[in-house]
């Protein structure tokens, strides 16, 4: 005899029902002896929170949820994003949008919601892609200065390897953003009313032809490289999924993250180089004596794209693969693992 589905909905809800009722009464046995319980909570916890979809209220007392931790993980990557992004809006609002104000009078507010914020996206998202690799550059410099693998890095250092993958996934999303905030130019009013003026004083001067074969390849160029820039940074966020990574082996994981990883840094900062094309030795760039923003986003991944290059040196990078091997300098045996710089 076939039984209802709706019968065997039932049932395997009440088993599953049944299950988080044990898990319930293991926390509560283990939360009597205070020394396990504290070390047995948190895991009785999450699989009790997986086991069955419960609404808050259904929660034993003795569970505090609001004690829980919320993205401790996304904290300093999320704050550290946040303030980059507000000195890049505050840098770039002085440049494009008062001091024409005050200089000539211009009213250019109207660049604050799209171009204004469309300079601060991308440089905050090459900045935090630099600071997903700077770590890592930081770590083998380390581990050459101490000629050994066994001494332990800084507290600040560790923490911030460990939140690489966050500061990657941010860089992404932002660099996602650039790209849709620039396909969004052309339905701009502002453009429209610019193309107009421009049509207009191309007749004005009686010119047959405005094409300008700079112009034209800096963007191509340009344009080309921000597109496989953001397409292998895709990549990079897919690979970085638990249900992709956990099909990789330490190898093949490594090596997308960091081939892939300083190519799409390579290529994001050579779109920002091409962008400023000739902007680098124009003087008009430097209004009230500060350099164009694209100069500022490309001095830290540059930094970062030039140390590794000499990290790679057949000379270095030898030497570092020993070590990391297990080698140590002769000099070096014998110390404690609690050297820091």
């Given at each position: 005899m076939e039984r209802d589905p709706q019968d065997l909905g039932d049932d395997h809800h009440e088993e599953r029902f049944q299950l988080c009722e044990v898990e319930l009464a293991q926390l509560q046995l283990t939360q009597k002896e205070p020394e396990e319980g504290e070390v047995l909570s948190g895991l009785s916890q999450r699989r009790l929170l997986s086991a069955v979809a419960m609404e808050e209220f259904e929660?034993?007392?003795?569970?505090?949820?609001?004690?829980?931790?919320?993205?401790?993980?996304?904290?300093?990557?999320?704050?550290?994003m946040a303030v980059l992004?507000?000195?890049?809006?505050?840098?770039?609002?002085?440049?494009?949008?008062?001091?024409?104000?005050?200089?000539?009078?211009?009213?250019?507010?109207?660049?604050?919601?799209?171009?204004?914020?469309?300079?601060?996206?991308?440089?905050?998202?090459?900045?935090?892609?630099?600071?997903?690799?700077l770590p890592g550059i930081l770590a083998a410099l380390l581990q050459l200065h101490r000629g050994t693998k066994y001494s332990r890095f800084p507290v600040w250092l560790e923490n911030w390897m460990s939140v690489r993958k966050q500061l990657g996934l941010l860089a992404f999303l932002l660099a996602c953003l650039h790209a849709i905030y620039s396909l969004s130019y052309p339905m701009r009013r502002s453009y429209r009313y610019k193309l107009l003026n421009w049509a207009y004083q191309q007749v004005q001067h009686k010119k047959e032809s405005a094409w300008v074969e700079d112009d034209v390849w800096r963007m191509e160029i340009y344009i080309s490289l921000g597109i496989?820039?953001?397409?292998?940074?895709?990549?990079?966020?897919?690979?970085?999924?638990?249900?992709?990574?956990?099909?990789?082996?330490?190898?093949?994981f490594q090596c997308?993250?960091?081939?892939?990883?300083?190519?799409?840094?390579?290529?994001?900062?050579?779109?920002?180089?091409?962008?400023?094309?000739?902007?680098?030795?124009?003087?008009?760039?430097?209004?009230?004596?500060?350099?164009?923003?694209?100069?500022?986003?490309?001095?830290?991944?540059?930094?970062?794209?030039?140390?590794?290059?000499?990290?790679?040196?057949?000379?270095?990078?030898?030497?570092?693969?020993?070590?990391?091997?297990?080698?140590?300098?002769?000099?070096?045996?014998?110390?404690?693992?609690?050297d820091s710089l």
């Open positions: 929660f034993p007392a003795s569970i505090h949820l609001q004690k829980m931790p919320l993205f401790p993980k996304w904290h300093l990557p999320l704050k550290l992004m507000a000195v890049a809006f505050v840098y770039t609002f002085l440049r494009d949008v008062l001091q024409p104000y005050v200089s000539n009078g211009k009213n250019d507010f109207y660049k604050i919601p799209i171009l204004v914020l469309n300079k601060v996206l991308p440089w905050t998202s090459i900045t935090l892609l630099a600071l997903v690799y496989l820039g953001l397409g292998i940074l895709a990549l990079l966020a897919i690979s970085s999924l638990p249900s992709v990574s956990d099909t990789l082996n330490w190898r093949e997308v993250q960091r081939t892939l990883g300083y190519t799409a840094l390579l290529l994001c900062t050579a779109h920002a180089l091409v962008y400023g094309w000739k902007k680098w030795v124009e003087l008009k760039q430097y209004v009230w004596y500060t350099p164009p923003s694209f100069i500022l986003a490309c001095f830290l991944p540059a930094m970062v794209l030039l140390v590794k290059a000499v990290l790679v040196m057949p000379c270095l990078d030898k030497r570092l693969d020993r070590i990391r091997h297990g080698w140590e300098r002769p000099s070096r045996k014998g110390r404690s693992d609690k």
